[in-house]
């Protein structure tokens, strides 16, 4: 069936008729290593024009990984230390919980960084991205200590900075059924959420100067996943979104 993307078309029609503009970013978790995923990946990003923020695992990151990436377009950002859950059974995932002191919660987030720096230098940006989207307030308190200057997990932001110094940078649209087939989100859904959450942002319910966020896990895309997020990256880009990446706002 082809999708009706009449409700998205009908708010970015209102977004060029007020003269608005929509930061645009796209976040890609969980990569470890080269695949033929994370190839197709990066050539979409090449192609779409919109740079990719890639969350690397650092404890398993592998050489061949910045090897691969050497010539490409793309943003590397800390995501996590092992990807580990260190919650009990009856709680959601999380790495960066309150469920271990927090001293050596966040040494793992220092040590994140410090393996990215050491594969990607200067590259590597000083966003985190808490696996699961997860994290404890006494360890964001602490991010801006060890070198981070960006938190990024999901949902709109209350606040531009969640701690003197950390920037939250959220992501905002996800594709995958996480509690279906684990296929792509009904597509008359994920319409309807990006132009409500447009609609949230024009009418000021929501902070657009956050960056709209596109969340993929390449890993794991079937094709349905990979056509709707070239498409409705497309079809953003080709209105009121331009290209927002990270390393710009912190070398400007």
Known sequence: MTPDWTPLDQELDLWQTQGLTLPLWWRDDDAIAPTPQLDRLIAL?????LPVHLAIIPSTATIDLASGLAQTCFVP???GWAHISHAPPSEKKAEFGAHRPTDDVIEDAKQGLAALHALFSEQT?????????RIAPSVVAGLPEIGFSALSTFTPRKSRFTAPGLEQINTH??????KGDRSLVPTQRLIQQTADDLKHRRTG???NSEPYGILTHHLVHDEAIWSFTDALITRLLAGPATAWTFQSRITT
């Open 45 to 49: 990003s090449d192609r779409l024009g």
């Open 77 to 79: 950002v800390v995501h």
């Open 125 to 133: 940006a000083p966003m985190f991205v808490p696996p699961w989207n």
């Open 173 to 178: 649209l996800d594709p995958i059924h996480w």
């Open 205 to 207: 319910q929501t902070d």
